[in-house]
């Protein structure tokens, strides 16, 4: 993103304006493989810090070099931004969001976690956006559900082209009664299942959603304050039953029913998001939940059609490629705070589960 860019340019003036070599160069620099480039915008991208056009630069001073690779680095620990539930609207566990208020900011273009779940839905326009690393598409139509604590944002687009809006709510505020535990595992499952992540609306479901949604703004702005939660959560509750027939049709009916297993599988996300960065072993889990081996097994093969380990391992990938691609923390200090003991052990577990070193995958483009 050109922020990034910019911020560099800002920072590198004094010296260039210092250095009678750079006084007539416009472009901000990255260094990369031994050597320095000019960064083209025209290709520039956030996150992934693909450089299809670059120019290497020669006769640069040590110290000069040195200065830049740090001012790269300090912005690039500022790249993953955190929001909380306090941030939604008007400080309530639910918020909608217009496209104009979207874009009164950078934050849908910034790497960024949420403690809340958000759901984006696409009027028009098309392009690219990571979730937990993984690139995908999308077009006029497109729902987005992402869970809370996913790592996510939008590529740059044409934003006079494209329309997006956005509902936000903390998990326990559709959490009512125990018919909730459906629309509630529907959320929770999307992050795990990447068909059921991304939704595509036909043609007969639009007008109802959009009628919703233009419930929920005017509930949001105009109803009495002692009414807004119950009017908001009715809709929302609509809407996410909307999002699940559909995601039904659209997987073939992949998406398991609920039954009776529905509270452990939530229990065991539950565990899992709260220990996964000490508690690494199986039997851990289980114990907790008061179940064997064989059930926790079956469990996750239903939920997540793996084993149980692998969802633990899986989880805690995740955080090291969030750690390594958001901070500067050293890879050892990743390793200690993950519980790993030894660095050596977690840079192994790294390089047999993703097939790169912490290192190579952190300076990778």
Not at 152 to 165: A, G, M, R, S, V
Not at 237 to 264: A, G, H, P, T
């Amino acid at each position: 993103m050109r922020h990034l860019a910019h911020s560099l340019k800002r920072s590198t003036r004094p010296f260039l304006n210092a250095c009678p070599a750079f006084a007539k160069v416009k472009k901000p620099f990255v260094y990369a493989q031994g050597k320095l480039y000019a960064v083209h915008y025209d290709t520039f991208s956030i996150h992934t810090m693909h450089y299809a056009k670059l120019r290497k630069l020669s006769h640069i001073s040590e110290i000069f070099l040195l200065y830049l690779i740090d001012k790269y680095n300090t912005v690039q620990d500022q790249k993953i931004k955190y929001f909380v539930s306090t941030e939604l609207g008007k400080r309530l566990p639910f918020a909608i969001t217009t496209y104009k208020e979207l874009l009164g900011s950078d934050d849908i273009f910034t790497p960024s976690l949420r403690d809340f779940h958000v759901i984006f839905w696409v009027k028009k326009g098309k392009g690219s956006f990571y979730v937990d690393f993984e690139k995908y598409e999308f077009s006029e139509g497109t729902i987005i559900l992402l869970s809370k604590d996913q790592l996510n944002y939008f590529l740059p687009f044409d934003t006079k082209q494209t329309e997006i809006i956005s509902i936000g709510f903390m998990p326990e505020f559709i959490y009512k009664n125990d018919n909730d535990l459906d629309h509630l595992f529907k959320f929770n499952a999307s992050a795990h299942q990447k068909d059921a992540q991304i939704i595509k609306l036909p043609k007969e479901s639009i007008q109802k959603l959009e009628g919703l949604c233009n419930d929920m703004q005017d509930i949001s702005t105009n109803w009495n304050k002692s009414y807004v939660a119950k009017g908001f959560y009715h809709c929302l509750c609509l809407f996410l039953i909307q999002c699940e027939m559909i995601q039904e049709k659209q997987n073939d009916n992949s998406v398991q029913s609920i039954d009776k297993s529905i509270s452990d599988f939530l229990a065991f996300n539950e565990l899992l998001e709260q220990y996964y960065k000490t508690e690494y072993k199986v039997e851990f889990y289980a114990n907790k939940l008061n179940m064997n081996l064989k059930t926790l097994a079956k469990l996750t093969k239903i939920h997540y059609k793996t084993t149980p380990k692998s969802v633990i391992d899986e989880r805690r990938i995740l955080e090291i490629k969030r750690q390594l691609q958001g901070t500067s923390k050293p890879s050892k200090t990743i390793a200690y705070e993950l519980n790993f003991g030894e660095p050596t052990n977690m840079f192994k577990f790294f390089k047999k589960h993703v097939g790169l070193t912490p290192k190579e995958f952190r300076t990778k483009k």
